[in-house]
């Protein structure tokens, strides 16, 4: 059943799905490969953010299909641009909202993970492959570079040297050597991602969600500061979840040997 | 004969792939290789196919690599080695490793440098009685490839693997066999039929399940045990998902042969 995309029409290029505490989101334009041109950008950063928004979804997951995770830009779309017109494109917009997103996401990936559709996935919290994924940034090869944060979020991942060779050679990785590397967190048998981050994304549903948005928040927030400010940061988060009922109930519940019952409060 | 470098042939759910050279104790060319790489590939993918063996037409399984082309090839200055293998061989061994099917080799005869490489990319080896085994390249002055400094090193551990890839000296089916290389060895005249047979056998088993054994089999020579703890508990539930895993699970529980449909 598509979920309204606040514009009064259903998704096009997204399906979305609630499993309990979970929201999916599934990008599908099978027939090319789940390419991401503007407006399936649109619609799957709309359909994450109505899942922030959903008091009852505690994390989210973002997945394709077997054959593809997301194989990338759109490339007919993007052949005849010039600069003025990807300097005005909506889409890097879409990429500062994700950004924003305060519940964790997951990516399920099996097959392409290339150029735009690696770079969505390095944008998610956790990343689950199927061993027959692929991650990759071809970018080079036709006379670009990454331009949805590739550069810089493979280099905060797996550090200058691996990304060096990511960027500047063009080749994709196996999953296994991913998950080697950093770059992704656990490989599982083909057709088991989903299922997989179905149940990562269920343990996390469980843990108290303020604790879960903070820990994001100051996690994320070493990527941009100097140590000691990110410390000074993650102190401040720190002191603000003393105040939550979560905080609480879960001590009180880890005391009595009991699982806690959050609120989110 | 037919003047194809690979024949294939169907015997119901099995696939048997020919390595057709004889006159050249079939050594492996550009063109043999690609050919292999697609019947692979096809097979890989065909629901008809349950099981795929691998033979080689005339007295010799595979006598390696076509030495007198690699050799033409290098003073022509056009390709190297190196290359050679990553666009010729890594892709069909890769074929053989990755592919969801049982793959048998029928050691009709010699099994040489590349050509025993091949072999031990197959799941499985029978092998005719009196066959011999040789990792050779030391004797061309080349280091064992195609994967088999991989599959020497795992089947057989260090000591042994560097005896026989130091030495290049053959060693017998018989002794292959104790080794645990070889599955099995029978008359000569007998070895095809001893594979397909076998092969017939696995086709009978749940193949998806076989599927996800081989995938583990493949994945757990990399990994550590606590890693394997976790790739099992996620193949076993994707096995449990089938159809045959709950048909079998019935089929013991009301002391019934299983009927499987090798899908769903």
Redesign the interface.
Known sequence: MPLDSGHGMPYEFVLTETRGPVGIVKINRPQVRNALNNQTIAELVEALEAFDRERAIRCMILTGDERAFAAGADIAQMADAGAVEVLEDDRFTQWTRFRAIKKPIIAAVSGYALGGGCEVALMCDLIVAS?TAQFGQPEVKIGIIPGAGGTQRWTRSVGKVRAMEAVLLGDPIRA?DAERIGLINRV?????HL??ALRLANVIAERPPLAVRLGKEAVNQALETSLSAGLDYERKLFYLLFASEDKREGMRAFLEKRPGNFTGR | MSDDVVLLERRDATLLITINRPHALNALTPETNLALKRAFDEASFDDAVGAVVLTGAGRAFCAGADLKGVAERLDAGDTSIGDDLRKNYAPLTRAIRTSPKPVIAALNGTAAGAGLSLALACDLRIAAAGASLVVAFVRVGLVPDAGCLFFLTRMLGLSKATELAMTGEPISVEDAMRLGLVAAVVPADQVLQAAIERAQQLVQLPRQTLALIKRGLERALELDLERTLELEAALQNLAGQTHDAREAMHAFVEKRAPVFRHTG
């Open positions: 061993e296994v599982v048998p083909a057709g088991a299922e997989e």
